[in-house]
T-cell receptor, first 116, second 112 residues
Framework: ETGVTQTPRHLVMGMTNKKSLKCEQHLGHNAMYWYKQSAKKPLELMFVYNFKEQTENNSVPSRFSPECPNSSHLFLHLHTLQPEDSALYLC???????????????FGPGTRLTVL | SQKIEQNSEALNIQEGKTATLTCNYTNYSPAYLQWYRQDPGRGPVFLLL?????KEKRKERLKVTFDTTLKQSLFHITASQPADSATYLCALLMDSSYKLIFGSGTRLLVRP
């Protein structure tokens, strides 16, 4: 276990549904991330939160909406998704890279999302 | 444009041999490079970090080299075991953006 948990592990949803992914980290980190991983493609950074503030939005469509209520929790709200959004969604956390000079990331197990 | 390349073909080796994986990059000036291991259906797990001013880093059976002139990192697993079978990802961090950029990974298969 890396200290980062994600729920649910698997999710199947229709294009008109609304669902949320949850991530929790027990490492005392300040930064949290959402990544998308599609087959045969590199990890795509979606959002970065540092001390609860969003510092990066990597041109993600508005049908993905992140929320970070505190440094330990991160949500990804999903609505009106498309089949091409089917992928593994990974959450990660790290200490503040600007402070530590490194950015070793600790990943959760991911949520396997299928959009029908 | 900026690019990270890892061999997309799986590396298939015999147990006990040394596995060598390659990470090449173009148009980057990374502050450091990391290697992660990812098992099917799981998140990546951090293995090693090497900074731009370091040539080599070791950890148990793992060794990483970093050649900023060639813009290449090599990742070696000595005395490989079937349990080493996984996908290995390299990731670069740019000083300016403090954002990690990942390669697409190379799958390693170690035959018993």
């Amino acid at each position: 276990e890396t200290g980062v948990t994600q729920t649910p592990r698997h999710l199947v949803m229709g294009m008109t549904n609304k669902k949320s992914l949850k991530c929790e980290q027990h490492l005392g980190h300040n930064a949290m991330y959402w990544y998308k991983q599609s087959a045969k493609k590199p990890l795509e950074l979606m959002f970065v939160y540092n001390f609860k503030e969003q510092t990066e939005n990597n041109s993600v469509p508005s049908r993905f909406s992140p929320e970070c209520p505190n440094s330990s929790h991160l949500f990804l709200h999903l609505h009106t998704l498309q089949p091409e959004d089917s992928a593994l969604y990974l959450c990660a956390s790290s200490q503040d890279p600007i402070v530590t000079g490194t950015d070793t990331q600790y990943f959760g197990p991911g949520t396997r999302l299928t959009v029908l | 444009s900026q690019k990270i390349e890892q061999n997309s073909e799986a590396l298939n080796i015999q147990e006990g041999k040394t596995a060598t994986l390659t990470c090449n990059y173009t148009n980057y000036s990374p502050a450091y490079l990391q290697w992660y291991r990812q098992d099917p259906g799981r998140g990546p797990v951090f293995l090693l970090l090497i900074r731009e001013n370091e040539k080599e880093k070791r950890k148990e059976r793992l060794k990483v080299t970093f050649d900023t002139t060639l813009k290449q990192s090599l990742f070696h697993i000595t005395a490989s075991q079937p349990a080493d079978s996984a996908t290995y990802l390299c990731a670069l961090l740019m000083d300016s953006s403090y954002k990690l950029i990942f390669g697409s990974g190379t799958r390693l298969l170690v035959r018993p």
